[in-house]
């Protein structure tokens, strides 16, 4: 199978610039307790906040969670602009179906409640129910506003009572 590098600056499939590690922050899964790079910036906000609300309202993160890559068996893929993560990658291999319907259910509904921004890999033709990535390309609004309100503290979901700030800055309770 042949591997694909970073081709830093190239776009992957959202749209958005491959880079090298050093344009990524870590971010911790919660529940596997493991460091995940991402890109810098608002994805970075985006991304803790989905994996806390996944964690919470979708299933204990028990695995590694994969981010960023050097290189991958897609040439566009939106792990090397640090745009995507794989979540619990052992239980949903690429290419089938395998989740619980309940799972689903749950997983559509955090899909919605980010806002358009967040997409999920089990809706392209060969899917991938691991894969999550930013659904909107550089720059989209929607993306900025989502940021902007986890950082002030006005979208709760993903924080709980036993964790009141979650990766963001205030107490709540989850909204799903």
Not at 144 to 164: K, S
Request: charged share 20%; glycine share 10%; hydrophobic share 40%.
């Amino acid at each position: 199978m042949t591997r694909y590098p970073v081709r830093p600056g190239v776009p992957s499939e959202n749209g958005w610039p491959m880079i090298n590690r050093s344009g990524c922050v870590l971010i911790t899964a919660p529940g596997a307790g493991r460091q995940v790079p991402v890109r810098a910036g608002d994805v970075a906000t985006v991304m803790s906040r989905f994996l806390a609300a996944y964690s919470v309202n979708v299933e204990p993160i028990r695995s590694q969670v994969w981010g960023w890559s050097a290189d991958n068996d897609v040439a566009d893929s939106n792990h090397m602009s640090a745009t995507a993560v794989d979540i619990n990658a052992p239980q949903y291999p690429w290419g089938q179906r395998v989740m619980p319907a309940d799972r689903v259910a749950k997983c559509n509904a955090l899909e919605a409640a980010f806002r358009g921004v967040m997409f999920w890999g089990r809706r392209w033709n060969r899917p991938d129910e691991m894969h999550w990535q930013i659904g909107v390309r550089p720059g989209d609004p929607r993306l900025i506003a989502l940021a902007a309100d986890i950082r002030a503290g006005r979208f709760q979901i993903g924080v709980t009572p036993t964790n009141p700030t979650g990766p963001g800055p205030r107490p709540g309770r989850p909204v799903l």
